[in-house]
C-alpha cells in the first residue's frame, strides 16, 4: 500500500513517527503551515516557522524515504492577531519556493471579519501564483462554516477543482460535493471522523475528488491512520486499486495542479547526512 498523506503537521512529530509511518506505506505527504498552540507575537517567528518547512523539515523526511512538501499561509486563528498581520506581505516570497504545492491553511476559525479579510487575500495568492488551496473549516459551528467558506470560494473567482475543503464529516461532505471542490477528511482517534466513519462516507459518495489525511499535529493524534483507513477499506470489501486512489493518486491529482511535486528520490532511509551541520542522530554512532 503506497500512501501520500495530504495533511500533517510533522514539524509536531518525532523521528520515530517517520519510521513508523515509512513502515507502514507512506512515501509522500504536506504539511500546512498552522498555528503551533503557543500564540506566536511577531511576524519573524512565522518566518523561521516558514523556512523550517521548505528547509529543515524536508531534509528530516527524507533521512527515512519520504518525500516532504508544505503549505504557507497565515492561518485563521492567528489571523485574528493585528501582530500578524504583517505576515501576508512575506507570503509572495514563499509561495514561489520549491516543495510549496499550496497556500494553507486557510479559511475560518471563529467567522470573524479579520478572518474574513485574511482568507479572501489568501485566495487572491492562490490565483495569482496559480496554487491550489487548502482550506481549514471551523471545528464550532462546522455547517454554518462550511456554507460561508463555499461562498467565498465562489466569490474569490478560484476554479473549485483548485480547492480542498478540509476537515469535513457526515453532515457537510453534501454541501462540498455539489459546490466542485475537493473533500478532505481529518481521521483523529477521538474527534473528527475516524475509520469506520470514513469508510461510509466512501460507500456513500465514491472515491472522487476525497483525500484522506491523519492532520497529525502537537494533539492527540496519529500519523499512522491514512494507513489504518486503507485498512479499514480492505476489510469493508474496497478493492485495493480503490484505496490506491484514496491514499496515492487523489492528493497527487490535487497537489499535482501546483506544477511542483516532486515525488522520485525521496531519500533513503537511516542515511548519515546533515543539513547545515545538524543531522537527525543525536551524537556520534557507537562503534560496533
Same mark, same amino acid.
Given at each position: 500500500?503506497?500512501?501520500?498523506?495530504?495533511?500533517?503537521?510533522?514539524?509536531?512529530?518525532?523521528?520515530?513517527?517517520?519510521?513508523?509511518?515509512?513502515?507502514?506505506?507512506?512515501?509522500?505527504?504536506?504539511?500546512?503551515?498552522?498555528?503551533?498552540?503557543?500564540?506566536?507575537?511577531?511576524?519573524?517567528?512565522?518566518?523561521?516557522?516558514?523556512?523550517?518547512?521548505?528547509?529543515?523539515?524536508?531534509?528530516?523526511?527524507?533521512?527515512?524515504?519520504?518525500?516532504?512538501?508544505?503549505?504557507?499561509?497565515?492561518?485563521?486563528?492567528?489571523?485574528n492577531d493585528p501582530r500578524c498581520a504583517e505576515v501576508l506581505q512575506h507570503l509572495p516570497r514563499y509561495l514561489l519556493k520549491d516543495g510549496v504545492v499550496a497556500v494553507g491553511e486557510i479559511g475560518y476559525d471563529s467567522m470573524t471579519?479579520?478572518?474574513?479579510?485574511?482568507?479572501?487575500?489568501?485566495?487572491?495568492?492562490?490565483?495569482?501564483?496559480?496554487?491550489?488551496?487548502?482550506?481549514?473549516?471551523?471545528?464550532?459551528?462546522?455547517?454554518?462554516?462550511?456554507?460561508?467558506?463555499?461562498?467565498?470560494?465562489?466569490?474569490?473567482?478560484?476554479?473549485?477543482?483548485?480547492?480542498?475543503?478540509?476537515?469535513?464529516?457526515?453532515?457537510?461532505?453534501?454541501?462540498?460535493?455539489?459546490?466542485?471542490?475537493?473533500?478532505?477528511?481529518?481521521?483523529?482517534?477521538?474527534?473528527?471522523?475516524?475509520?469506520?466513519?470514513?469508510?461510509?462516507?466512501?460507500?456513500?459518495?465514491?472515491?472522487?475528488?476525497?483525500?484522506? +489525511?491523519?492532520? &497529525?499535529?502537537? #494533539?492527540? $493524534?496519529?500519523? !499512522?491512520?491514512?494507513?489504518?483507513? =486503507?485498512?479499514?477499506?480492505?476489510? *469493508?470489501?474496497?478493492?485495493?486499486?480503490?484505496?490506491?486512489?484514496?491514499?496515492?493518486? +487523489?492528493?497527487? &491529482?490535487?497537489? #499535482?495542479? $501546483?506544477?511542483? !511535486?516532486?515525488?522520485?528520490?525521496? =531519500?533513503?532511509?537511516?542515511?548519515? *547526512?546533515?543539513?547545515?551541520?545538524?543531522?537527525v542522530l543525536r551524537g556520534v554512532r557507537a562503534e560496533v
Amino acid at each position: 500500500m503506497r500512501i501520500f498523506d495530504p495533511h500533517i503537521h510533522m514539524t509536531s512529530r518525532t523521528t520515530d513517527d517517520y519510521e513508523a509511518m515509512h513502515a507502514a506505506g507512506v512515501r509522500a505527504l504536506v504539511e500546512p503551515a498552522f498555528w503551533l498552540g503557543q500564540p506566536r507575537t511577531s511576524v519573524g517567528s512565522f518566518l523561521d516557522y516558514f523556512d523550517s518547512l521548505i528547509g529543515w523539515e524536508p531534509f528530516r523526511a527524507a533521512q527515512f524515504g519520504i518525500r516532504h512538501h508544505c503549505t504557507v499561509a497565515l492561518n485563521p486563528k492567528e489571523a485574528n492577531d493585528p501582530r500578524c498581520a504583517e505576515v501576508l506581505q512575506h507570503l509572495p516570497r514563499y509561495l514561489l519556493k520549491d516543495g510549496v504545492v499550496a497556500v494553507g491553511e486557510i479559511g475560518y476559525d471563529s467567522m470573524t471579519p479579520e478572518e474574513d479579510e485574511a482568507f479572501a487575500a489568501q485566495l487572491q495568492l492562490a490565483l495569482t501564483h496559480d496554487l491550489p488551496a487548502l482550506v481549514h473549516t471551523p471545528h464550532r459551528d462546522k455547517a454554518a462554516g462550511v456554507e460561508r467558506t463555499l461562498a467565498v470560494v465562489k466569490e474569490s473567482g478560484l476554479a473549485p477543482e483548485r480547492v480542498v475543503v478540509d476537515h469535513l464529516n457526515e453532515v457537510t461532505v453534501r454541501q462540498v460535493v455539489d459546490s466542485g471542490c475537493w473533500m478532505g477528511f481529518s481521521i483523529y482517534p477521538d474527534t473528527k471522523m475516524d475509520e469506520r466513519r470514513m469508510v461510509a462516507v466512501l460507500r456513500e459518495f465514491g472515491t472522487e475528488r476525497i483525500l484522506v +489525511n491523519s492532520a &497529525a499535529d502537537w #494533539g492527540r $493524534s496519529d500519523p !499512522l491512520k491514512t494507513r489504518r483507513t =486503507g485498512d479499514a477499506m480492505l476489510a *469493508a470489501g474496497f478493492t485495493p486499486d480503490d484505496v490506491d486512489t484514496v491514499l496515492w493518486r +487523489n492528493p497527487v &491529482a490535487f497537489y #499535482g495542479q $501546483s506544477g511542483k !511535486l516532486e515525488l522520485d528520490g525521496s =531519500g533513503t532511509p537511516g542515511t548519515d *547526512a546533515t543539513f547545515e551541520g545538524n543531522s537527525v542522530l543525536r551524537g556520534v554512532r557507537a562503534e560496533v
